[in-house]
C-alpha cells in the first residue's frame, strides 16, 4: 500500500530513514541490533513504517557506493520491487518544504534527504522517525524505539 492510502486509515505511523534500513540489512553496522529492536518496538505498537522513496534510493546508493556493499544494495532493491516497503513518492510541496529546511541546516551531516524525512513526518503527522540521527531529535522529533 502506498503511503498517501495509509493516511485514509486510522494507523500509527514512523517514518523511516536510509540509515535504518542500512542498519536493518548490514549486520555489521553499529545500529544493526538498535534497528532490529526498534523494529520490534514498532512492530508491537501497531506503527506502519512510511519510507520516503528518497531514503529508499539514498540506502541503496550508499550501500553500494560508499560501504561497497553491493549485494546489501540489491537486496534492499529487491524488496523494493516485491512491494515489502510502504512508500510515500514525495510530491512537490514535500520536496520544496525540505529545500526550505535544507537552507537553515548548518552541519555537513544532515544533508536534503533528512529535512525529507521531517517534511514526510509533517504530512503525515507524526513525530515519530525511524532513524539513528540526532538531526532528528534536534528538531524535536522522536526516535522510534526510544
Avoid: W
Amino acid at each position: 500500500m502506498l503511503g498517501e492510502e495509509k493516511r485514509k486509515v486510522s494507523v500509527k505511523i514512523a517514518i523511516g530513514d536510509a540509515d535504518a534500513l542500512i542498519a536493518l540489512v548490514y549486520e555489521e553496522d553499529s545500529n544493526h541490533t538498535r534497528a532490529k529492536k526498534a523494529v520490534e518496538f514498532l512492530t508491537a505498537q501497531k506503527y506502519e513504517i512510511i519510507y520516503p522513496n528518497t531514503a529508499i534510493l539514498e540506502a541503496i546508493t550508499a550501500l553500494k557506493r560508499a560501504k561497497n556493499l553491493p549485494e546489501k544494495a540489491h537486496l534492499i532493491n529487491r524488496q523494493y520491487q516485491a512491494g515489502t516497503f510502504t512508500v510515500e513518492f514525495i510530491d512537490e510541496l514535500v520536496q520544496r518544504q525540505a529545500s526550505i529546511r535544507f537552507e537553515k541546516t548548518v552541519s555537513k551531516k544532515n544533508t536534503i534527504f533528512d529535512c525529507i524525512v521531517i517534511e514526510t513526518a509533517i504530512k503525515f503527522n507524526t513525530r515519530v522517525i525511524f532513524s539513528f540521527d540526532d538531526f532528528f531529535t534536534k528538531q524535536k522529533f522522536q526516535l522510534a524505539g526510544e
